[in-house]
């Protein structure tokens, strides 16, 4: 068994640490973690570096690892940011939460090119592609934890993916490290646990290299996953692709024509494509007959996560979703909007106004505007047109899709209605040509 050094260790990635701004280490206490900073001490500039300790507040023990960490620090005079955080159990669980509350806060931490070391062996690697493998993951999942990848405004990287835990040990031994343990991870109640506890050991008796083949499926599983990405970018582009209002849509009958295996391809990579959730077999089979077999009058939508799928006539739509807005507060108390600063509406959406000549508003009439949601019975003539109509039937002759109509901005002069979102002015209140004028531009970054 090769011994672990810096140097080794290292190697691969000296120039990008030396060029660094910033360089971050995620510091547990733990084994993993306790070695890549002790690694790291011996070869970058102690003042270089800034550990990163978590603290969850999982463990009744919680609270000593972080004296631990802080002592370990103290010891070798390494920078070290502590941060307590609230974990809050999601539908994926109490391991998923504590995970995306410990990246949120390496995500604030990290500067523009700055890199953030975490202390993930071959181990974790094996058991994280055997915990994927139960629930059934693709060819993305199967890939595993890259070695490096984006996250925030700088970059993770793990130098210790291709080494073994005992090599970790063997070094913690030699150089007389302590660490802290997780009483935690001896609870086989915890899936990840079982596997590590009980069938990982009878794995590595039967098969003693079983991290090079699970290493080996990964690479594969890796290829796969780029050239079926691949595939679902080039088949994208054939199918009428739109930039929409909070998302974007495609075509449905040049989606008809696509393969089965091809649409499900698709499906399952274009959420990814726009960084939105990962959606599963049964998202996509739902979609599959709930939105591209709907009647074209309806209106079907199906969730995912942080984006939905949904389907307006002949356009598949998938759209971002944002919780940090109450969307369905469709009803917006009325604003004095002051054309010359954007303004933000209580759903989340917002209001900017661009000077033009002879395309829009009037601008001697529009400097201020009162801006409300429908409440129903309004009515309004379009320039152009010759009679006036409900704002219910032109929202539908406008190609408006139904999610928005409720939300549409009203903008109103002196009561009168005088235009609606930056679908169309109303008559009497359009500029002429080569006369200034205001557009309205009605902005939304998700639902």
């Known amino acids: 068994m090769q011994l672990l050094r810096s140097d080794i260790v290292f190697g691969p990635i000296m120039d990008e640490l030396e060029k660094a701004p910033q360089i971050l280490v995620g510091f547990s206490g733990g084994l993993d973690s306790t070695v890549l900073l002790e690694l790291l001490a011996e070869t970058i500039p102690i003042e270089s570096l800034c550990a990163v300790h978590i603290n969850h507040g999982l463990s009744p023990n919680a609270n000593t690892w972080q004296v631990h960490v802080e002592d370990f620090c103290n010891s070798r005079n390494i920078a070290l940011h502590c941060e307590t955080v609230e974990v809050i159990a999601s539908g994926k669980g109490l391991e998923d939460a504590a995970r995306q509350s410990r990246y949120g806060v390496f995500e604030s931490l990290l500067k523009q090119d700055g890199i953030l070391l975490l202390g993930h062996h071959s181990d974790d690697q094996a058991e994280t592609l055997l915990y994927r493998l139960m629930r059934g993951s693709g060819a993305k ?8 990848r984006k996250v925030g405004q700088g970059r993770l990287i793990r130098p210790l993916l291709n080494w073994p835990k005992s090599s970790l040990i ?13 009483e935690s991870n001896d609870v086989d109640a915890f899936e990840r646990n079982y596997l590590r506890n009980q069938l990982i050991p009878v794995l590595a008796y039967q098969w003693p290299d079983y991290r090079q083949r699970l290493r080996a499926v990964a690479e594969l599983s890796a290829e796969s996953h780029e050239l079926a990405e691949a595939i679902a970018i080039e088949t994208i582009a054939t199918l009428q692709p739109v930039e929409e209002r909070a998302g974007w849509s495609l075509s449905v009958p040049l989606f008809n024509n696509l393969t089965p295996l091809k649409q499900k391809n698709l499906l399952r990579y ?8 990962c959606p ?5 089979n739902e979609v599959l007959v709930a939105l591209i077999h709907a009647r074209q009058d309806s209106v079907p939508m199906v969730s995912l996560g942080n984006g939905q799928y949904r389907r307006f ?6 759209l971002k979703v944002s919780k940090e807005v109450d969307s369905s507060a469709s009803q917006q ?4 909007w002051n054309i010359d600063n954007p303004v933000s509406l209580s ?8 000077k033009t000549v002879g395309d829009g508003l009037r601008a001697e009439l529009a400097a201020t505007l009162n801006v409300v949601t429908r409440k129903g019975g309004e009515r309004c003539k379009p320039a152009g047109r010759e009679h006036s109509n409900s704002l219910k039937k032109l929202l539908q002759e406008f ?4 999610w928005w109509r409720d939300r549409a901005p009203l903008f109103f002069i002196d009561q009168q209605l005088v235009a609606v979102g930056n679908f169309w002015v109303c008559d009497g209140w359009q500029a002429k040509p080569g006369e200034k004028s205001i557009k309205i531009h009605w902005h939304a970054n998700s639902l």
């Open 141 to 148: 999942g199967m890939s595993g934890m890259p070695a490096s």
């Open 170 to 182: 063997t070094y913690a031994h030699n150089k007389k490290l302590e660490w802290v343990e997780d």
């Open 270 to 277: 274009w959420p990814q494509l726009k960084g939105l959730d």
């Open 280 to 284: 599963g077999a049964k998202v996509i």
């Open 313 to 318: 006539r002949n356009r598949l739509y998938l």
């Open 333 to 336: 108390k009325e604003v004095i």
């Open 347 to 354: 759903d989340g959406t917002h209001l900017s106004a661009e």
């Open 399 to 402: 190609n408006v899709e139904p």
